[in-house]
Nanobody, 122 residues
Framework: QVQVVESGGGAVQAGGSLRLSCAVS????????LGWFRQAPGKEGDFVGG????????YYADSVKGRFTISRDNAKNTGYLEMNSLKPEDTAVYYC???????????????WGEGTQVTVSS
């Protein structure tokens, strides 16, 4: 059974940093993309970024480019979202999902973790 589990959320002041983890287990996909999305209260869910697991190619939303970095550790089957220079508008529940496509569209993702809260205070 494929499982996706996020961890690492928390509260931080503006300008601070957090690292989220996304552990993926049980998959047998030959290709895999791990994507990060976030949803703030009362807002639509936004794409944050993603990584092609096989080649390590990353892509990001414009709103986080230069501040967030996505990586993965193949040995641990874990992806990471390193968030620096955090802003109050980054406050949201962050979700990671997996898909066999390369996509920034939420509906393309087949399995999701339960999410982790990130709160940035001013």
């Amino acid at each position: 059974q494929v499982q996706v589990v996020e961890s690492g959320g928390g509260a931080v002041q503006a300008g601070g940093s957090l690292r989220l983890s996304c552990a993926v287990s049980g998959h047998t996909f030959s290709t895999l993309t791990l994507g990060w999305f976030r949803q703030a209260p009362g807002k639509e869910g936004d794409f944050v970024g993603g990584i092609n697991w096989n080649y390590g190619v990353t892509y990001y939303a414009d709103s986080v480019k230069g501040r967030f970095t996505i990586s993965r550790d193949n040995a641990k089957n874990t992806g990471y979202l390193e968030m620096n220079s955090l802003k109050p508008e980054d406050t949201a529940v962050y979700y990671c999902g997996i898909t066999t496509h390369l996509s920034a569209v939420r509906s393309a993702y087949e399995l999701w973790g339960e999410g982790t809260q990130v709160t940035v205070s001013s």
